[in-house]
Structure formats: C-alpha cells, structure tokens
C-alpha cells in the first residue's frame, strides 16, 4: 500500500461533503462540520421526522425515557453541560434527570435547526434516499470524488460521502416464517404506533428478545392499553438491570486492565467485590474501545458468544422509573421473560401457535400468540442487508465487511475499507455500524466523540488547542 492510499486526505472549506443519514450520528458530524468551519455539507435523510432524531427519538412514546442520566447526554463532547442547560432553561429537569426520549429528540432537532439557520447555505437538507455511490471517472484512487444518485434519479456530487446509516433492521427470527402467518401476526417494528391495534385482555402478545427493545415494547403495549399477557423470551432471558438513584459519580479507569479482554470476568467481579457491580462496569467506559481494539479476533469472537448478552443487561441500564413500572408489569403476572428458543410458528386461525423450547429442556411449550413482535435489536451483517445502498457498494467492492460481520469494516480515520483491504478517503463512516473495530459506538457519549473527531480532521482542525473552538 503506497503513502497516498495510506495517509487521509484533509478536506478544505471549498470542499463538499455528503452525509448519508441525517439521524443523531449524521445530525450531529454535520453539526461539527459547522463549528469547525469545515467543507461545505449536504445532509440527505429519507423521513423528515426522523431528521436528528433517528429511529431511537422519533418513534419514542413519551413514557420512553433515555437510560442515561441528563448530565452525561450532551451531544456536543466539547461542552459537557450543554444539554442539562437546555433543559434546564425548557424546564424540563435537571443533570440527574432521565429526561423522555422524545424530550431528547427536541434537543437534536432544535440543534441540528440552528445550525442550519446560522451557516449562510453552507448545511442544506435534502429529503430522499440514497441508493448508489459512484467515484468519479479517472479520480485517483486516494481523493477525487464521488457521484451520489438517489431513488429518483438525482445526482449529487461530492468530495467525500460519509454513511451515518444508524443500524441495520433486525433480521426475522429462527423459526418464524412472517409470510405463514395470518396477516398482523407479526411484527416487525417494535415500536409500531398501532401494536395494540386489535388485541384482547385475552390475547398474548410474545416478544423476541428480552433486552432494551423489548423493554421498550412492553412498555408500549401497556401505554396502549393493551391488559394480556407479555411473554418475552430470549435464549438466556436476560433483561437489562436498574440504575439506582442517587448512585455517586464513578472515577474511569485511566489504562485499560491488566489480561484485557480475556480477563474481563475476573476484573470486574474483582472490583465488584470492592466498589459494587456498577462502578466497575461503569470505570471500563473510557478504556472498552482500547480493550476491544487490543483484543484478537478470536478473543473477539468468543465474547460476543459467551460475554455480550451478560455485558449488555449489565452495561446498558434501566432508568429507575422505568424499572418499577417493569417489575409491576411482571409482578402482576402481565409479564413474564423466560429462556428459550423457538422451535415453529404455525396459522391458527387469526392467531399463531407457536412452539417454544425453555432453556434446558426438551419438551416444547406451546403458546398461542395474537401478535409476535420482533425485538431482537438492530443488526449489522451486511451480507444479509436489503439496503438497496448497502447492497450496491458491496457489489462495487466500495465497502465490505468487517471480519466479526458486525458492521462496515473501517480503519483508525473512519475510511471505509474497500474489498481490496486498502481504505478509500472518498467513503467514511460513523456511527453503530463501525462497531466492529470499536464495539462501543452504540451510546450517545461514544457516538459524539467519534462524530467531533472525524468532522475535526475534515475539516483540518485536529491540531486545535484543548477541547474548544
């Protein structure tokens, strides 16, 4: 790989930057571009009421709330209180809040809105979907540009494109086939304005999964209306844990542990023992990517087997609020998580009948189902996409997958590696699919640091002094 392939070019004020979905992560790069009077930008989202919002703040009921407390979800990683100021001056809480996600969603949009206002043409949104990335004829394989062609046929060109896709769709469950289902069996949004939409005190409704999704659908259903009965199942029936109110602030950790990765178990019921379980999950915040990035791919690899559901319910808390109302949903019997796997699902009239195998046991339950929801969570297996724009870059060799298959394949500047192995400074990406070379990149804290940093060097302004402008 010669010098030109390897060193990232440094865009300039007169270049022109794409930022392919205007959700929090593309929202937010393009608001840096902004503030470090970096290239101008065109911001393209395909739904306009998801602009800043994303998936996550957009189709939030307002009995959502975030899982993180107010002090630690501003958007902008220079100015640690910007969010709790502006919330506090909407009076709507304060640092310790666990503010509604649809509250959230208002912060994203409003800032994405002035900064728009504020930059003399330099920031325009376009509506539409993009479904193909060109380089431009004869452009050198370092630099040059791109040509982006839309679903209905306009094209736009750029200096460089940066995919701010958010996450894949989950992909359907093992054992369920949507199209042998009555139709309104299945679903496959979770969060569905109409998921209680002709259902019974009678009826039962299962969920697949039972992470923060799940949460998320339960909580859904109940704000609905709907009075039968939940059974959310996963293969370990693990469900995220409660936050505790008034908990003291943690210190991070300033180098990673010693054994890394593979030692992650013992570190942390090490430090458990001494500062209780949340603490010592909580200090490896600023140390988990290098943990990650230290680790080989096998070691990698045995963690998402065995380690991730265990981390996840452990690292991606609930609110205590949201707790409550969880544990009287399942205190009344109206809710129940178990461990297993589905086995069938077959019509049965306007219902399912679906047979499922609790963990450890051979013989089959079954439960008939008014509705089966999917809420496995997002997914990030390009190989499996139907993404019209994901699919045409990996027939273009213009990205290809990350060796865990857990998203886009990037090096350390955020360049999208191309099937070749060589990074290509026309294509970066941001945001969850670059989990694979980075795992925490899912949170709003890790997202705004990896959407500053990038928008910095595009803009040719990594060597500005401290954490200001």
């Not at 894949?168 to 469950?173: D, K, N």
């Not at 909580?282 to 065995?306: C, K, N, Y």
């Not at 996409?385 to 699919?391: A, C, N, T």
Request: aromatic share 4%.
């Amino acid at each position: 790989m010669d010098d030109q392939a390897t060193m990232p070019r440094i865009a300039g004020p007169e270049d022109h930057v794409v930022v392919v979905g205007g959700g929090f992560c593309g929202a937010l790069f393009a608001v840096n571009l902004m503030r470090h009077e970096g290239p101008r930008v065109t911001l393209i989202e395909r739904r306009d009421r998801q602009l800043a919002r994303g998936v996550a703040y957009s189709a939030a009921h307002p009995d959502h709330l975030l899982n993180v407390r107010a002090g630690n979800m501003s958007a902008l990683p220079d100015d640690p209180g910007h969010f709790v100021r502006w919330l506090e001056a909407h009076g709507k809480g304060d640092r310790t809040t666990f503010v509604p996600r649809t509250t959230y969603g208002a912060y994203l949009r409003e800032l994405l809105d002035a900064a728009i206002a504020e930059s003399d043409g330099r920031l325009v949104h376009v509506e539409g979907e993009v479904c193909a990335i060109d380089p431009v004829a004869g452009a050198p394989l370092a630099g040059g540009g791109v040509t982006l062609t839309m679903a209905d046929g306009r094209t736009i060109a750029a200096d460089t494109a940066v995919l701010a896709l958010g996450n894949l769709p989950p992909h359907t469950p093992p054992g369920l086939k949507p199209d042998a289902l009555p139709a309104g069996v299945y679903c496959a949004d979770p969060w569905a304005a109409d998921l209680a939409e002709g259902l019974g005190a009678d009826d039962t409704v299962v969920l697949v999964g039972t992470g923060l999704t799940a949460i998320d659908a339960a909580l859904l259903l109940d704000a609905q209306g709907f009075a039968g009965r939940i059974l959310a199942m996963s293969r370990r029936g693990l469900s995220p844990r409660r936050h505790v109110d008034g908990a003291p602030a943690h210190r991070g950790v300033a180098d990673k542990p010693q054994g890394g990765l593979t030692d992650l178990v013992r570190h942390v019921r090490a430090r458990a023992a001494v500062e209780g379980w949340r603490c010592a999950v909580d200090e490896l915040r600023p140390v988990t990517q290098m943990l990650w990035a230290a680790a080989s791919q096998e070691v990698r690899g045995r963690f998402l087997r065995h380690l991730r559901p265990y981390w996840d319910v452990h690292r991606h808390r609930l609110a205590p609020r949201v707790a409550e109302r969880v544990e009287a949903l399942v205190g009344s019997g109206r809710l129940t998580v178990a461990a297993g796997k589905i086995v069938s699902a077959q019509a049965d009239g306007t219902h399912a009948v679906l047979r499922w195998r609790p963990r450890g046991e051979t013989v089959p339950v079954v439960t008939r189902a008014a509705r089966i929801v999917n809420c496995t969570g997002p997914q990030g297996d390009l190989l499996r996409s139907g993404e019209p724009l994901v699919k045409h870059l990996l027939a273009a060799g213009a990205i290809r997958p990350d060796p865990l298959r857990l998203g886009v394949d990037v090096d350390a500047q955020s360049r999208a590696i191309r099937a070749d192995g060589t990074p290509d400074d026309r294509i970066h990406c941001i945001g969850p699919m670059t989990r694979g070379g980075l795992w925490e990149v899912v949170a709003v804290p890790d997202i705004r640091v990896q959407s500053w940093d990038l928008a910095r060097r595009l803009s040719n302004a990594q060597w500005v002094g401290g954490e200001g402008l």
